[in-house]
């Protein structure tokens, strides 16, 4: 089993280079996905950001997924 790094939003804004509260605000709700970049551990309203899958993604691996974050803080899937 792979282990994984769960990280803050403000580890994950410095590792990024986001602000937090653009990863709070547009990123949590338009490009990471509950379940895959991010937990909510024990049910609770604090989010743990997987750091291994933001990775994966941000590198663009998935030649299959292509998104461009837009202004409005929505995507364009290109």
Partial sequence: MQE???LTTEELSA???YDPRTIRE???DSVLLEGRHYIRPFGGRKIL???EA???DIGGR???VCMIPM???GVCHG
């Fill in 71 to 73: 202004a409005s803080g």
């Fill in 54 to 56: 933001i990775r994966e």
């Fill in 26 to 28: 547009r990123l949590k």
């Fill in 15 to 17: 590792r990024i280079k």
């Fill in 62 to 64: 998935d030649d299959r």
């Fill in 49 to 51: 950001f997987i750091w």
């Fill in 4 to 6: 994984q790094t769960y």
